[in-house]
T-cell receptor
Framework: GAGVSQTPSNKVTEKGKYVELRCDPI?????LYWYRQSLGQGPEFLIY????????DSGLPNDRFFAVRPEGSVSTLKIQRTERGDSAVYLC?????????????FGPGTRLTVL | RKEVEQDPGPFNVPEGATVAFNCTYS??????FFWYRQDCRKEPKLLMS???SGNEDGRFTAQLNRASQYISLLIRDSKLSDSATYLC???????????FGQGTELSVKP
């Protein structure tokens, strides 16, 4: 079946602009995760949804970052007033139920470049 | 100190070599551990889970030492296709988030 999909695959924006990144999880997966990966580093956790609610948003770096999952399926990561330091690959993952027993399946990521 | 630490490498080895990667984690309460593989400009994919008793999957062997808070991955008879970055991963205490190490780059040469 289809895996996790993310759009756009690449996004170039200017400092100060607003961006939205979209994630379509695997059908039937209730848990959805956002991570970001800077060059030469491992992915860094941002936020975890269980259904429509954010179960853990401790990784969001500041209030410029916000994510929603209104119907418990597709999620959007929103970044306001982008900064050059926000440039990274934003990865989305989903799992069937969440928790330690479920494998997280990653999408191909959105490469964000802030000029 | 980072929660999960790995030697970033790169490890350059010939085909057929045995190579070992090590990883340490800081939270002694951690319960679940994994190795993920990431090819260049691709997403991470689960390679294997790591169990206290140690586990093997073909040419890959993972070991966990809880007392030392140390995880290892051994690859025997390296193939060219094993070239990738190997990420040591610990499940966060709140059950959802994965905590990744920096990754260790492996390059297998003919």
């Amino acid at each position: 079946g289809a895996g996790v999909s993310q759009t756009p695959s690449n996004k170039v924006t200017e400092k100060g602009k607003y961006v939205e990144l979209r994630c379509d999880p695997i059908s039937g997966h209730t848990a959805l995760y956002w991570y970001r990966q800077s060059l030469g580093q491992g992915p860094e956790f941002l936020i975890y949804f269980q259904g429509t609610g954010a179960a853990d948003d401790s990784g969001l770096p500041n209030d410029r970052f916000f994510a929603v999952r209104p119907e418990g399926s597709v999620s959007t990561l929103k970044i306001q007033r982008t900064e050059r330091g926000d440039s990274a690959v934003y990865l989305c993952a989903s799992s069937f139920r969440g928790g330690s027993t479920d494998t997280q399946y990653f999408g191909p990521g959105t490469r964000l470049t802030v000029l | 100190r980072k929660e999960v630490e790995q030697d970033p490498g790169p490890f350059n080895v010939p085909e057929g070599a045995t190579v070992a990667f090590n990883c340490t984690y800081s939270n002694s309460a951690s319960q679940s551990f994994f190795w993920y593989r990431q090819d260049c400009r691709k997403e991470p994919k689960l390679l294997m889970s790591v169990y206290s008793s140690g586990n093997e999957d073909g040419r890959f062997t993972a070991q966990l030492n809880r007392a030392s808070q140390y995880i290892s991955l051994l690859i025997r008879d390296s193939k060219l296709s094993d070239s990738a970055t190997y990420l040591c991963v610990v499940l966060g205490n709140q059950g959802g988030k994965l905590i990744f190490g920096q990754g260790t780059e492996l390059s297998v040469k003919p």
